[in-house]
């Protein structure tokens, strides 16, 4: 349903984007959390160097009392991951006193850096005993004759990484239940915003099967001169038609005075031959003239969109009116036609087609005629009627066939008519689109069949 189609597109640029925002937003948050708990973590850990620093600097601090500055019990437990150390660096060997929580291990300096040369207090992060991540500040302390210390605090990095990890999770866990609902917020309103574009569709399929004649209902201001300018391009189309039939109407009637008032005049001559010479090209220019005019008017009625025709009533329509009218013949007319066949054309070519093959059926036949429709899809995945008209009459060769097909041409000049049905209907199934043929009916006479376009 979605294939190649604008909602699909829509909706994936809508899910595009939002992957990208939330991906975006969602490590621009841990990023900016990450940094606010090592503010945090750091500024615990410079809590503790602050009070070593004030007791170092204290000159009635004993050094071995030191340790007593820091009232943290990690700071006794043996590698708990919290840690300080005091190193004097003014000596030709560094004296250290740290803290238990050490025992026989020490820290690490921080890397000089341009970043954090200029600081008096740095941070980052060093692996401490047993490997251990840690995250260190340090401070280098100046107290003159006392000497020149450098003090570092200690504290477990697996702190921030727990409460950063704990964040993400419900970072995540908060990102995908909001991507989720914006992803089917969106399917919505794409749904919905495109609602009346289908539906206008819809009735455009209307409009072609016959069902309606123009867009109706109301559409968004966004649509609705769409559908405005559909309507007026419908009424513009029909206008058209009707123009063209009502000059074709005016052009048969001013040829045809004329023509026959030429022929009148030959006729009046009958030994004269050139008033037979005008009369015999009289004749051909009215053959040419109705065969023309016949097709502009075909031509005009299937540019009008939209028109269906039952098959069914004009088909019973047509077998009743040739029963009466071949009454002395004592005609038989059979007629299988589904209800709910119908052509997508008018109805008077219609019963023009079928009414040709009907009337010929009935000048030939001896006592039988047969009219049967057919519903089909073809392999080209079209849909068509097939409309079968047997007889039982004398029947046609081959070469007969193809002969009785041509405009004008009569086998039998005993037989009422001008010749023209056959080639009429071969015409106009053109026109629509189908085909005509002619082969033998099983009663024994002549089959013809006529195959149209469905609705």
């Known amino acids: 349903m979605w294939a190649n189609s604008l909602a699909l597109r829509l909706f994936l640029w809508a899910v595009g984007w939002t992957i990208a925002i939330v991906l975006v937003t969602g490590i621009v948050l841990s990023s900016l959390y990450r940094n606010a708990v090592e503010r945090a973590f750091d500024g615990r850990l410079q809590v503790y160097l602050r009070t070593l620093v004030a007791d170092l600097a204290n000159p009635e601090t004993p050094d071995d009392k030191l340790s007593d500055a820091v009232s943290e019990p990690l700071f006794d437990l043996p590698l708990s991951g919290w840690y300080w150390q005091v190193t004097r660096t003014d000596t030709a060997k ?18 000089m850096t341009d970043a954090n040369a200029s600081l008096s207090v740095r941070a980052g992060y060093v692996n401490g005993p047993e490997d251990q991540r840690v995250r260190l500040v340090e401070r280098n302390i100046d107290l003159g004759e006392e ?68 867009l ?46 030429v022929m009148n005049e030959a006729a009046a001559r009958p030994d004269d ?3 037979q010479k005008v009369r015999e090209q009289a004749d051909v220019m009215r053959d040419q003239i109705t065969r023309h005019l016949e097709r502009a008017r075909m031509a005009a009625r299937l540019t009008v969109v939209g028109t269906v025709t039952n098959v069914a009533p004009v088909v019973h329509a047509i077998a009743r009116t040739m029963e009466k009218t071949n009454r002395d013949k004592d005609l038989r007319l059979r007629v299988d036609t589904p209800e709910d066949a119908r052509f997508r054309g008018e109805q008077q070519d219609l019963e023009e087609m079928v009414g040709n093959l009907v009337d010929n059926a009935c000048k030939w036949a001896q006592s039988r005629v047969a009219i049967e429709v057919l519903k089909e899809h073809t392999d080209d995945s079209r849909d068509v009627i097939r409309i079968i008209v047997d ?16 405009r004008g041409r009569r086998l039998d000049e005993t037989k009422p008519g001008s010749g023209l049905g056959l080639s009429i209907v071969v015409e106009l199934a053109a026109l629509y689109g189908g085909s005509f043929t002619l082969g033998t009916a099983p009663l024994g006479g002549l089959r013809a069949e006529l195959v149209l376009p469905a609705a």
């Open 94 to 111: 560094p004296q250290i006193r740290a803290s238990r929580s050490l025992w026989d291990g020490g820290l690490p300096k921080l890397p």
């Open 216 to 261: 109706e209902g109301k559409f968004p201001i966004e649509i609705a001169p769409l559908a405005r300018e559909a309507n007026a391009l419908l009424e513009a189309n029909r206008e058209i038609v009707e123009r063209a039939r009502t000059h074709v109407g005016n052009l048969a009637h001013a040829l045809k005075t004329p023509l026959s008032v």
């Open 273 to 275: 031959p050139l008033a």
């Open 391 to 406: 007889d039982d009459g004398p029947g046609l060769t081959p070469a007969e066939r193809e002969q009785v097909a041509r």
């Open 147 to 214: 000497g020149t210390y450098l003090v570092a605090v200690a504290g477990e990095a697996a702190e921030i990484e727990d409460d950063v990890r704990a964040f993400n999770r419900a970072l995540f866990v908060t990102f995908f239940s909001l991507a989720l609902i914006l992803l089917l917020t969106t399917a919505l309103q794409v749904q919905f915003g495109l609602a009346p574009l289908k539906r206008i569709s819809q009735q455009l399929a209307a409009i072609r099967s016959g069902q309606a004649e123009r």
